[in-house]
């Protein structure tokens, strides 16, 4: 079992810049496929990005591509998520998921991205930008 912990929300201008880390616990993180997600009032889940069990590979949503970057240390059970270019669309809270089904062998491509494959959340941090 994973427990997952976000930090680094908070309030931030239009075109700033914040990172945020989720903190895993347990002797198991490093074989999870990790993602962000976010979820603004009055909308549905959204994928923001994903990084595979090894961190060689990334995946990034459409609506933060070339602005957000996703990178993980296992060594400290650690994934980040920097975000650059901020913009008020971008505030949410940021949820932090990890997902044992995306690490099997093939399968990251086709499941980072749907939150019904992550098995762990943590309770989520939030991100506002001011306009």
């Known amino acids: 079992q994973v427990q997952l912990v976000e930090s680094g929300g908070g309030l931030v201008q239009d075109g700033g810049s914040l990172t945020l880390s989720c903190a895993g616990s347990?002797?198991?993180?490093?074989?999870?496929?990790m993602g962000w997600f976010r979820q603004a009032p009055g909308k549905e889940r959204e994928f923001v990005a994903a990084i595979s069990w090894s961190g060689d590979s990334t995946f990034h949503g459409d609506s933060v591509q070339g602005r957000f970057t996703i990178s993980r240390d296992n060594d400290k059970n650690v994934v980040a998520l920097q975000m650059n270019s901020l913009q008020p669309e971008d505030s949410a809270v940021y949820y932090c998921?990890?997902?044992?089904?995306?690490?099997?062998?093939?399968?990251?491509?086709?499941?980072?991205?749907?939150?019904?494959?992550?098995?762990?959340w943590g309770q989520g941090t939030q991100v506002t930008v001011s306009s």
């Open positions: 347990g002797r198991t993180f490093s074989i999870y496929t």
């Open positions: 998921a990890a997902s044992g089904g995306a690490s099997l062998p093939g399968l990251f491509a086709s499941m980072a991205g749907r939150p019904g494959e992550y098995d762990y």
